[in-house]
């Protein structure tokens, strides 16, 4: 490998679990952020593809465990995430330097 | 520097396993949660019979409140004569013992799972091969007095989760705690690493991951296995094989316990020429202590040729393998590795559909082109 690109790649590579993924803009990323965060990055929710049924069930044991979700914003939430984390989804891990 | 003819042999053997140690840059782990901290290693790193620890998979439940480990110390009671607390000092004065063993998430390869199914969507890199060094829990427990009526032992880290959130407390057969299980504090010769479970973790030869609790405080002996979310619900496998996709009942499914026979490829080249071979390597493993045989096929199954194992092993470590594979006709090839353990157990064309995703060990296949 060029000395320079290994350079720059040692440079740029995070250390781990300094690297976040960000949630995509969207109507309830809000009331996703804040009910998920507590206890887990975004990277998390973006990895997975389930539809919405399962996204009910699983926001459903998260509110079980404490996610601060308004009754009234369980809809959103659930929405929200089947709509950008949905069967076919992709995901691509964040490289993250070793410690 | 000499060298005697035992040792140029057992090097020479291993030669073709002997690989060329990573450039910094190319050292990296896939992060699949950015807190608490989960990350894998991507397959073509793990070639080493040693993972090292930097590349080594980290698996956390929840961010752990780091013991300090000039002030911690370690609590054993329950069904104990003698209730102890030892620090980590006082727990080197015990003698020391070191195994090398597989060190897998039960939910390695859940993204591979067929209907997909909700979690870390590890792939294939949740595992790894390190030597462990520490103390007997044997040894622990008969200084504490284990009384007979005990036979689990809790499991108690320092990593509690907010609110209601149910904590990753754990039990393990105290069968198995007596027989081979070690409190490590080195790992791979170094001081345990802290997102390995510095300064103490328990080590669980051939069970998965589950078992080994990082950033030990507490062990509690008693009659009765742990209850909670992590024993109850999580980490249950089914009593036989069902429907895919369909969920199993509480009394179909046991505690998750040793892990299932499986070879993974690490590598293999994309390109080939017909009649010129070629060298594609891998490792296998099993909950069983050691794995009999690596087998390769070509024709999806029809025939299976057998893979060279590297003479590095102990019980329930991994075994690296090596195959020659020489190309007969242009054209995609597809090939696929099938291990077989020491107790007799084959790796499955297709894993076990299961709830929450444990054990994926269905044949890896890999695709070379071969061209005339």
């Known amino acids: 490998m060029n000395i320079v690109l290994a350079l720059i790649l040692a440079a740029t590579l995070p250390t781990a679990g300094t690297q976040f993924q960000q949630l995509p803009d969207g109507k309830g990323k809000a009331e996703v952020e804040a009910a998920c965060y507590t206890c887990h990055s975004a990277d998390l929710l973006a990895q997975q593809r389930l539809n919405e049924k399962q996204w009910t069930a699983t926001v459903e044991k998260m509110m079980r465990w404490g996610a601060v979700v308004e009754p009234a914003g369980k809809d959103v939430v659930v929405k929200y995430l089947a709509r950008h984390f949905g069967p076919g989804n992709k995901f691509t891990p964040a490289k993250v330097k070793p410690q | ?372």
């Open chain 2, 1 to 372: 520097m000499s060298i005697d003819r035992r040792h140029f042999l057992r090097l020479a053997a291993a030669a073709p396993f002997l690989t060329t140690p990573l450039a910094a840059a190319e050292r990296y782990l896939l992060q699949v949660n950015g807190y608490p901290l989960n990350a894998e290693t991507p397959l073509e790193l793990l070639t080493d019979y040693l993972t090292p620890n930097d590349l080594f998979f980290i698996r956390s439940h929840w961010i752990p409140r780091m013991p300090d480990a000039k002030t911690w110390r370690l609590t054993i009671d329950g069904d104990v004569a003698r209730p102890l607390s030892l620090s980590l000092a006082e727990l080197k004065k015990l003698p020391r013992v070191e195994t090398t063993c597989v060190l897998q998430c039960a939910g390695n390869g859940r993204a591979l799972h067929d209907p997909v199914l909700p979690g870390v969507q590890w792939k294939y890199g949740a595992v790894g091969n390190a030597r462990w060094s520490g103390v007997r829990v044997r040894d622990v427990l008969q200084r504490a007095g284990i009384r007979a009526t005990a036979k689990h032992l809790h499991l108690f880290g320092s990593d509690d989760p907010p609110g209601k959130v149910p904590p990753f407390h754990r039990s393990i057969e105290l069968e198995k705690a007596l027989e081979d299980c070690i409190l490590a504090y080195e790992m791979n010769g170094a001081p345990l690493p802290q997102s390995h479970g510095a300064p103490l973790r328990l080590v669980v030869p051939g069970w998965a991951g589950d078992h080994w609790m990082k950033w030990l405080v507490k062990l509690t002996a008693s009659a009765k296995p742990q209850s909670g979310f992590y024993m109850d619900t999580a980490y249950r496998w089914p009593l036989k094989p069902g429907q895919p996709g369909v969920s199993f009942k509480p009394e179909e499914m046991r505690p998750v316990t040793e892990i299932a026979v499986k070879s993974n490829i690490i590598a293999a080249p994309t390109v080939a020429r017909v009649g010129v071979p070629v060298e594609i390597r891998g490792f296998a493993f099993s909950g069983a202590p050691d794995i009999q045989r690596v087998d390769l096929t070509d024709d999806d199954g029809a025939s299976w040729k057998p893979a060279t194992l590297d003479v590095r092993h102990s019980a329930h470590a991994w075994r690296l393998w090596s195959f020659r594979w020489t190309p007969r006709r242009a054209g995609t090839a597809r090939l696929a590795a099938r291990a077989t353990d020491s107790r007799g157990a084959v790796q499955p064309r297709t894993a076990v559909w299961n709830q929450s995703g444990y054990f994926f060990n269905a044949w890896q296949s890999i695709d070379i082109e071969v061209k005339g």
